[in-house]
């Protein structure tokens, strides 16, 4: 079976009821049969559910689908997406360790990396998305553990060569962490490619209508096993009611980012050749710095769009101003086009050279597509532009 059809028809065991649709099992325990089967559950030599904070059947589920998905052995869900990376991180880094990581990170990641790894005694080197692989190697040392990295990355849309570094990972032995949420595992496929891990913030495009928060990890057993230790017993657990709502999503993820893609690439299109703004970047376009990168190692450009208009915060709050259809939010992934500011939200705790780097001006904007009628999204972004520009001018005068 293809992947589409596994999506909707890996399910939990029907029960004595023969529902249609998964119900929802909103229990923090579970009984036991007697006491040597608790014994047994507890002793691991019987799988079952014990605790909702270690397993339940909503929450395998969901997991099941996503390593169907990313072709993985084992995973496990989070609360929240950035539990998810931290867990990736923490369960199987230790004092002594050393880290390195794309510089082009969320600022929620790179606060993990720069302000609450280090009190562990776990260093760290950031590398430009676009360095070459002696760059890269020239970041490892003999104590690295692992390379940590988004691609495409939040919010400048840099990506990451990944066969470059499942190259590197062979020779030096460290675990390749990816950050596939961007591209979804649709678009991406990290552990086919040679990563070890991939992790999502199930928030986004798996729940793709704004409602849960959630996070997965997947990889070899081997590598889930210790994760998996580490959040049971630090508690980051995803609830049944998220993980039934994103079991569900999954069904039409690969639907979602169809249209997606295809919405995003016309309005990246339209914004590149409008005269008022600059530095559209989108993995898809031709005059993207990465583009031939982007077409081997995805397999489509996904729903973010990224451009600059001139003016300043002024500007922005006069284009978001004008807006009709879109939302203003830090969020992403839902089937509402969102915009939001990095310079002044999710990027805002950086410092200012750190921004410089990154490329997080002022005047970015960063456009998460919708489901919408692409043209009506075209016509928004258009007349928007129009009249901040317009506001600015009056100001002027």
Known sequence: MKRQTKAIRIQTKKSQY????????????FTFE???????????????????????PNVTEFVDKVCMLENAEAGIATATGMAAVFASMAALL???????ACRALFGSAHQIISQILVKWGITYTYVDADATEAEWEAAIQPNTKMVY????????????????????????????????????????????????????????????QGRVLGGVIVG???????????????????????????????ETLELRMDRHCSNALKLAQALEQHP?????????????PQYELAKRQMEAGGAIVTFEVEGGFE???????????????????????IVTNPFTTTHSKLKPDEKAVLGITEGLIRV???LEDADDLVEDFEQAVRKSAEVLQSAAQ
């Open 34 to 56: 007697s006491a040597e089967q608790g014994k047994a559950l507890f002793e691991e030599s019987e799988e079952g559910n014990i605790y909702s904070r270690f397993s339940n």
């Open 149 to 208: 990295l988004e691609t495409p990355s939040n919010p400048g849309l840099e990506l990451v060569d990944l066969e470059m570094l499942v190259r590197l990972k062979k020779k030096y032995g460290f675990i390749l962490n990816v950050d596939n949420c961007f591209a979804t595992p649709i678009l991406q496929a990290p552990l086919d490619l040679g990563a070890d891990l991939s992790v999502h913030s199930a928030t986004k495009y798996m729940d793709g």
């Open 368 to 370: 998460s597509v919708g």
């Open 315 to 337: 500007r922005v709050k006069a284009l978001f101003d004008s807006l009709k259809i879109a939302s203003l939010s830090s969020n992403l992934g839902d089937t509402r086009t």
């Open 18 to 29: 023969r529902e249609h649709s998964t119900p929802l099992f909103l229990t923090s325990s």
């Open 220 to 250: 070899s057993e081997e590598l889930i096993a210790p994760i998996r230790f580490f959040a049971r017993h630090t508690g980051p657990s995803m609830s049944p009611f998220n993980a039934w709502t994103l079991s569900k999503s999954l």
């Open 94 to 100: 230790q004092s002594g360790d050393h880290l390195v």
């Open 276 to 288: 008022d703004v600059h530095a559209v970047k989108y993995p898809f376009l031709p005059s993207h």
